[in-house]
């Protein structure tokens, strides 16, 4: 049974469905399998796949997968029936001869098309001039390769030699493996939260790097505190690392939360640890520029040596170091590349307490307790002095008094109740992420013109080296190593950075190019052989903005990419593009819909000054970032409630408490002044021990004056 009601289609619609999945999804032709086998068994140290087992993917289609069936269970349970409407009416037009026309130039319905006609209509929609087609493209194809490519035990992924399993095994068969079982953190059951009047000194909402520090810094000085999770808790021992089920489980929305206007997707927790259960164990300080800026804007804690002793604690507690670090194929590529280039590139330190972890999977949850997540550290602290911790449970707004400037407490509902509960407390903490603390700011009442404004993304996008030899990517860490060279790309400290990417089958079958359906197929069967690189942003001036609906269940917001933004993409992917050919890469694939890829020629070398790579490059800058052709993700949002030292520039005092409402704090990525950077977890947690700090000093001046 799906989150939403059941999604049914009438025959035409589901013809129409179909004929757009098995586009995407095809049975090859006998020559295109024959190809792809000969492909393959050209480098059998690489792949190591048998003929049939090609031939047998070749045949496969969405059709015989079932993946409609895949597509509308995920959209009973991910997307609201408002937003279903579109949907069925572009396939209502599709199904009809004069709607045809429109969208593929044929005058009959599109499921009557050939697979060359469908395939053609495609491409064109995916570099179309028109956004709504490419918006169109974008959704098609993301329901259809995650749907296709996400499930675990699917036949198309066996045949890609994709297991799960076999990760777990090279993880668990590592020399210096070692799980660490943490204690299971109890929830309050349904008549615990719902019966009598509960008063608490402290109620945190949210549980990620903001609310897990509050919590403990707060419970450790002898408060009583009380977290509410909208999300569920999984204990370790529960957490199952298939990709279609932890995105349902685990992230908001059970999936990428695409913008309003189509230009990203963003992937934020829902779960307790938020999204330090989901991220990828980088554990970065801000750098010297970011602190100085920061600083410039009145808020001079970050260039104090307590900011400097609150990170320390906070790598202390998490465990951040580079000690045991892996890397993988893939790393000794990207260093090979950096040093030849002479681009600046050094070891990321994460959370695992100086214990080895070359896992792929942790964006999926840490089974075996080497992440030091929140729930795994922090909150843990908090349990430990006495904190309650209530999942699934959505805060619809504070409850205030004196004409709604002072907070005395939550309005919420309890485990999917439509019936809201009261909480009360002394103190409230916001730390729902910039997506979704400014909707609870704005239900409570506040007016401030800057709550939801300021939105930053720190956008990613992707570039792919195939190469002649076996990489592995996934046996091995999700990063090991970031490259600066483009930090500084325009003169300001606005510029992005180079990591390592790694991928997994659903995520990765949905941003490679898609070019035909036999292209495809043949990528997925060679990413043994690929590196991934993400090209990260530090973005300015974009303009984001998250808007209050009421009758969306999810947050909306939406994102439009400034020029100067863009000139950071392109700068830094022609870095990275030059850092896989430098490395040894034979074939190059930006997420450019606009861009064909690159290949070297049998007799070249893969050299970064050779003339065709050289125009080739010409064409990823002419390219650009084109709004919905180039696919961005993010898993770093910032600033939406951003701190200042006035209220007509920001929502937050420079110490958490909002400048409308008394007690009312925020503690979370959506104070921060502007992008940060860096992957933001360390900064969250250290801003989060000074913004503690700041509360208990509020508490013990409450308590003299008593």
Known sequence: MGKFPP????????QTLCAILDTFVSELTAEEAQAIIEKIQSNPNIYNIDSSKISNYAQLSASKLNVEANVLEFIENCVDPKNRLDLTRVLDLLGSRPGSLFFTGHFKPFAALSRKEREQALLKWKTSNLVTLRTLYNVFS?????????????????????SPASNDMFLENHP?????????????????????????????VGSGAGGGVVAAELSQAGYSVLVIEKGKYYHQSEMKQEEQESYLNMFEGGTSLVASNGSVQSL??????????????????????????????????????QFNKDLDRVFERIGASTEKASGTKASEKFIMGCSKLGYSIEPVPVNTGGRAHPCSRCIMGCKAGIKNSTANTWLLDAMRNGARFLDRTKVTRVLTVNGGREAIGVECCVHGSEQTTIIKAKQIIIACGSLSTPTVLKKTGLRNPHIGRHLRLQPICFSFGFFDEAINQTEGPLIANVCNASDNCQGDNYGAKIEEGLLLAGVLANKLPWLSAAKHKELMLRRNSMVS???????????????????????????????????SFIFCMEKSMKILVAAGARELYTNQANVEPFMFKKDEESRTDNPRFLKWLESVRKGGI?????????????????????????????????????????????????????????????IAIDISRNIIANMNRNKSRL
């Open 268 to 305: 934020t927790g829902a779960t307790l640890g938020g999204g330090t259960t989901l991220n990828y164990l980088v554990s970065l300080k801000p750098q010297h520029f970011v602190r100085e800026e920061w600083a410039r804007m009145g808020l001079s804690y970050f260039i104090s040596p």
């Open 626 to 686: 084109l709004m919905t052709g180039t696919p961005l993700v993010s898993v770093h949002q910032l600033g939406s409630c951003r701190m200042g030292i006035t209220p007509k520039l920001s929502v937050v005092q420079p110490t958490g408490e909002t400048w409308e409402v008394k007690n009312l704090y925020v503690a979370d990525g959506s104070v921060f002044p502007t992008a940060v950077g860096v992957n933001p977890m360390v900064t969250i947690e250290a």
């Open 176 to 204: 210096d493996y070692e799980p660490v079982e943490h204690e299971r953190i109890p929830m309050m059951t349904t008549q615990e939260a719902t019966s009598g009047d509960l008063e608490y000194d402290a109620i945190v």
């Open 533 to 567: 690189l993400l090209n990260v942003v530090r973005d300015k001036d974009s303009t984001g903005t998250v808007q209050l609906d009421e009758s969306s269940s999810i947050p909306v917001y939406d994102y439009q990419l400034s020029k100067h933004d863009e000139t």
């Open 142 to 162: 993301g329901i259809c390769f995650f749907n296709t490519y996400a499930r675990t035990h699917s036949p198309i992924v066996d045949s890609i030699s994709y």
């Open 7 to 14: 999604f049914e289609l009438t025959t035409n619609q589901s």
